[in-house]
Every structure is written in structure tokens, then in C-alpha cells.
């Protein structure tokens, strides 16, 4: 799915956090979101998955996104925000199954159709085994996994995350990106996610762009790791740089 974003416009209670905002990202591409915290990374991403209003311009494959149907808009993208816990009680299968919701709504049963797309998230996210599991007996990096299929199962073409790999340790976050960067390649999943690590952002990101001063940056991949770029967009002085490169 192609996005194009212009003059972007976003904030909370009369407060600006996003201004003259422009984003492209080509259809099958990851992008990486990078910025200093409270910069606006999940403001943007809040935008691009239509749950928070803006002014300016957002289209998906050439669709303005405030003309997309809700329901149909939930089945072309999916939205995970950063996880803080998990439901109580639930198992895998019971969580993934969330993501047929904008197909079957909440007054039927699942079809064929709809376990079958469940199915093929567990397989395609290495935890068909884990399906009968409660979810509280899970790992953190599982439980990640988890998500990430509820989402799959929603069959999107475009998948927004916000630091999908916080509070895992590096084993976990390698995994999670190693997924993410499968499930690009394997079935042309956009992918557009706020990332802080650098060093994951340089591995994955096929465009990369930066929050400064409300507005994007798109980052050549010779600069995101520049003095210019330390001080501009994550407001490290000379001295920290030294210090963090030495």
C-alpha cells in the first residue's frame, strides 16, 4: 500500500505536535520512525491508522484515508500500539481471532474463512503451537508474537506499530524484526513502525524518516548515525556524541 502524506496537521487540546507534515513511503516498503521521545512518533502513527483527527492530506494507494469507510479501513490496515499488559484470562487463539472483528463483527461465529486466516497467522508467526496457551503464561517476545498475528489476521496491506520491540531484551527484539522483515518480504506487508533502537532501524528501514521540530526528515542512510543528525533530531551535544561513539 503506498502512503502519501501532506502538509500533516495533528495535536492534542489546542496544542500542536505535528505541522507541515510530509511522509511517502512506496507500496511493499518499511519505514522507521525515528525521533526524540514526545516528538510526535505516535501522534503520526495515530494518524496514519485514522484514530486521531488532523488537518492536511492522507492517502492510502491514492484514497484520501478520511474517506475510507471505518469498517473497510480496518481491513486494509492494522494499528498495534505499545503494549502494556495483556487481557486476562485469554488464550493465543482467542486473541488472534480479535483481529477478524472488522469481518464478522461481533454477532456471528467465525466461518471457515475467518479460522482459516487465525490459522495461517499462528503458522506465520511460528506460534501455532502456543494456540491453546493463556496468554499470562507467555513470555514478553511471545506475547509480542501474539499481537503481531491478531493483526496478520486482519489480513492488512499496511501494518503500523509503535516500538514493537520495547522491554524485550536484544534476543527478542531481533526476533520481532526478523518477523516483521519476513512477513515484507513473504506477502508484501507495508510496514511503517516508530523504532529508537539505530542500529535495528539501519538493518530494516528501507526509508527512514526523523520528527523535528513537528515536521518529518527523511534520512539518508549515510546520516542517521551523523553528528548533524544526533544533535538535530535526538538533541545530543557534541560531547554526548563522542562519549556514546567512543
Known amino acids: 500500500m503506498k502512503i502519501e502524506v501532506k502538509s500533516l496537521g495533528a495535536g ?23 525521533g526524540a521521545n514526545g516528538s510526535g512518533k505516535s501522534t503520526f502513527l495515530r494518524c496514519l491508522a ?8 492522507i ?16 481491513r486494509r490496515r492494522a494499528f498495534l500500539p505499545q503494549q502494556s499488559g495483556c487481557p486476562s484470562g485469554l488464550t493465543v487463539r482467542e486473541l488472534v481471532e480479535f483481529g ?24 506465520r508467526c511460528g ?29 492488512p496491506e499496511l501494518l503500523l506499530l509503535d516500538e514493537p520491540t520495547a522491554f524485550l531484551d536484544p534476543a527478542g527484539r531481533v526476533v520481532i524484526l526478523r518477523l516483521l522483515e519476513r512477513l515484507n518480504r513473504e506477502i508484501g506487508l507495508t510496514v511503517v513502525m516508530a523504532l ?10 528501507t526509508r527512514t524518516a526523523a520528527v523535528v521540530d513537528r515536521r518529518c526528515r527523511m534520512l539518508e542512510p ?25
Open 59 to 74: 492517502e492510502l494507494d491514492g484514497e484520501p484515508l478520511k474517506k475510507i469507510p471505518l469498517r473497510m479501513l480496518a
Open 100 to 123: 477478524r472483528f472488522p469481518y464478522c463483527g461481533g454477532w456471528r461465529s467465525l466461518s471457515a474463512a475467518d479460522d482459516a486466516a487465525v490459522a495461517e497467522a499462528l503458522e
Open 196 to 205: 529508537h533502537d539505530l542500529r535495528s532501524v539501519a538493518r530494516i528501514a
Open 222 to 246: 549515510d546520516e542517521l548515525f551523523s553528528a548533524a543528525v544526533m544533535e538535530s533530531v535526538f538533541h545530543l551535544s557534541g560531547d554526548d556524541v563522542s562519549w556514546l561513539f567512543s
Open 127 to 155: 506460534i501455532a503451537g502456543l494456540a491453546e496457551r493463556k496468554l499470562a503464561q507467555l513470555s514478553g517476545g511471545e506475547r509480542r508474537k501474539v499481537w503481531i498475528a491478531m493483526t496478520l489476521a486482519q489480513r
Open 12 to 34: 492534542y487540546g489546542g496544542r500542536p505536535v505535528l505541522e507541515d507534515f510530509d511522509f511517502t513511503l512506496e507500496s511493499g516498503g518499511i519505514a522507521c520512525v525515528v
Open 50 to 57: 485514522g484514530v486521531l483527527d488532523f488537518s492536511g492530506e
